[in-house]
């Protein structure tokens, strides 16, 4: 198992838990990450950084499913 796919599962286990699906995870994921950028601590700028760049992916593979449902 790659580790993407575990660190996905793990970020839509939370999600989920929270009864928060698609696109709503992916854009509360953006939020958070620009959020703690604003702070100027390194390694609030490492984490920041990472959730912008999971809640994109996020965003990216949520499209295709919306836009297949519709046809």
């Not at 703690?36 to 593979?61: K, M, S």
Request: aromatic letters at 8%; charged letters at 15%; glycine letters at 12%.
């Amino acid at each position: 198992m790659a580790e993407g796919n575990v660190v996905d599962d793990a970020v839509g286990n939370i999600f989920g838990k929270l009864g928060i699906t698609g696109m709503a995870a992916a854009i509360i994921t953006i939020i958070f990450g620009i959020v703690v950028i604003i702070y100027d601590e390194f390694l609030a700028l490492i984490i920041g950084l990472y959730l912008i760049i999971i809640g994109v992916i996020q965003l990216v593979q949520y499209i295709p499913t919306v836009m297949a449902k519709k046809k």
